[in-house]
């Protein structure tokens, strides 16, 4: 479509003004969209075609439509954080990846839905209620980042920007059967206002193919001195580097990461395509592996819980009955914790990260299944049991929320569906920096198993 467009074989314009029209009729039906920005989207495409025809210095994403989500700020868009709280606010500044985006030549399409301060694995909020699973519309998409992920599966526009704080990224890119990739912590810069999140947080692509997401990553990465946690180094040339195939690797996988199991379904298809990895020359070991992970979900929960309690005690007292209840129970959780326990949860956090330092000195890549089971019904704030063993509220990231505390970059890509016609992702997990081996083997399966074909059926 770059191509194309530059080439003026295909104008923006039109590529945009299709888009809309798409929007406009799939919208309604999954809620994907919270805040379109149709008129600037038509805007900017003009702006973009106008620019190839003048001749001026292009980006790499010239004139390419995006979705923004709701949690990242831009310049004279409503940005509600998914709250009452922030109904009406309008930021006079883009965060650092908008203005990236921009500066590439993306046209941006509108906000996607997200739950209110992106703090569950659900995407609904008082504002504009509940993004359904385009698969099967009584199923939840995942989140926080489901808004994206839905316009992605749905043809709603080829690229979304999301954020990945416990596996918001990765969860609904496989309950959308899309590709989701969180990078290291740091490869794409990151202002917030907030403490919540602040060091687990990730921005990060989902796209239907794997060098979209590289793409996207090229125009977003690099360090910026305004976020210390950004990587000072030269970013690589992440679309470049598909052009390679992987080097000789060694693969280890788990099924549990000794926290939860996962159901039947789910197991055979990532087995299954354990069993794919095997046809490929570059893959020199593929085994099971034993990963000893202890207090992860002590750590993760303190931290979440205190941060959240810092940024809201000023709010809380006023807004409590208007904002969603697990909201509030996770802000009331953490006044229940001392510095001490804060303190421990980061030792606890340290230990997991080297559990997986010391791993990476042995393996490649880590294949784990993405999420633990299939989407579930919507109003059920999290699973109550997996594979017949009780569940936590965080049952749905139990695969994904360790690597947010490690850094490690994680994606997610579609490896099978359900008998009920839903997607599961397997996750790809690699070492920290490593983006580009992430990237190679993900296109590596994507190539040996293709799903764009696979479409929701109410298309």
């Known amino acids: 479509m770059a191509e194309k467009i530059k080439n003026q074989e295909l104008t923006s314009v039109e590529v945009t003004e299709t888009i809309i029209e798409r929007i406009e009729k799939i919208n309604p039906i999954v809620n994907a969209y919270c805040t379109p920005t149709f008129e600037l989207a038509r805007e900017m495409a003009k702006q973009s075609d106008d620019a190839i025809k003048k001749g001026e210095k292009l980006g790499s994403l010239q004139g390419i439509p995006i979705s923004i989500k709701d949690l990242i700020e831009t310049k004279g868009i409503r940005t509600t954080y998914g709250s009452l709280i922030y109904e009406n606010y309008v ?122 997401a590289a793409l996207m990553l090229d125009a977003m990465a690099g360090p910026d001195l305004a976020d210390k946690y950004s990587i000072p180094q030269k970013k690589p040339n992440f679309l470049k580097a598909l052009e390679d195939e992987p080097k000789k690797l060694k693969i280890g996988y788990s099924l549990d990461l000794n926290v939860k199991a996962c159901d039947n379904e789910v197991e055979k298809f990532i087995l299954d395509a354990i069993q794919k990895f095997q046809e490929f020359e570059w893959c020199s070991t593929i085994e099971k592996v034993k990963i000893k992970v202890k207090k992860a979900l002590y750590a993760f929960s303190i931290i979440v819980a205190t941060s959240m309690d810092y940024d809201y005690k000023p709010l809380i007292k006023q807004w409590r009955e208007k904002m969603a209840p697990e909201l509030v129970k996770m802000i009331d959780a953490g006044t229940m914790f001392n510095t001490f326990d804060l303190i421990q949860a980061e030792s606890y956090a340290k230990e997991i990260d080297n559990v997986f330092t010391q791993y990476f000195k042995k393996y490649d890549i880590l294949i784990t299944p993405t999420t633990p089971i299939p989407a579930i019904e919507l109003g059920i704030p999290y699973p109550s049991e997996v594979a017949g063993k009780s569940s936590p509220i965080t049952g749905l990231m139990s695969f994904c929320y360790p690597f947010n505390m490690t850094w490690n970059p994680a994606a997610s890509i579609p490896c099978g569906w359900t008998n009920n016609g839903l997607p599961i992702g397997m996750q790809i997990v690699g070492k920290r920096l490593d983006e580009i081996t992430v990237l190679r083997v993900s296109k590596a399966f994507e190539d040996l198993q293709p799903w764009q074909d696979k479409r929701p059926s109410f298309n």
């Open 91 to 212: 930021p006079e500044v883009d965060e650092i990846v908008v203005k990236r985006l921009k500066d590439a030549g993306c046209v941006i399409l509108g906000k996607t839905n997200t739950p209110e301060d992106g703090h569950k694995t659900a995407t609904d909020n008082y504002i504009f209620g509940e993004t359904l699973n385009p698969w099967d519309l009584k199923r939840t998409c995942g989140g926080s980042s489901g808004g994206a992920a839905v316009a992605v599966a749905t043809g709603m526009g080829p690229l979304a920007l999301g954020s990945d704080g416990g596996g918001s990224i990765r969860i609904p890119a496989s309950l959308c059967g899309v590709y989701g990739l969180k990078p290291t912590f740091g490869r794409i810069p990151r202002i917030s206002k907030k403490m919540a999140f602040s060091t687990l947080s990730h921005y990060g692509p989902l796209t239907r193919y794997v060098k979209d």
